[in-house]
């Protein structure tokens, strides 16, 4: 059976993105800046743009509910 093999493959693929992904972020903390703030900016760039927008509209809604 060739499955085993393909989960395999999946999974070291995987381990690999997230290896980058800790390199990656271990750069932009060493350069200075907040690892939770880029991770958000990611999360925004990558959706859609429409979404994005109707994200900020709730946000600014709660945020004027709250009196921020």
């Given at each position: 059976?060739?499955?085993?093999?393909?989960r395999q493959r999946q999974m070291?693929?995987?381990?690999?993105?997230?290896?980058?992904?800790?390199?990656?972020?271990?750069?932009?903390?060493?350069?200075?800046?907040?690892?939770?703030?880029?991770?958000?900016?990611?999360?925004?760039?990558?959706?859609?743009?429409?979404?994005?927008?109707?994200?900020?509209?709730?946000?600014?809604?709660?945020?004027?509910?709250?009196?921020?």
């Open positions: 059976l060739h499955y085993p093999l393909r070291c693929i995987r381990d690999r993105a997230q290896e980058e992904r800790k390199e990656v972020y271990a750069e932009v903390k060493a350069m200075g800046f907040d690892t939770a703030i880029v991770r958000k900016i990611v999360k925004l760039r990558a959706m859609d743009p429409a979404e994005r927008h109707e994200a900020d509209i709730m946000l600014d809604l709660y945020r004027s509910a709250a009196g921020i």
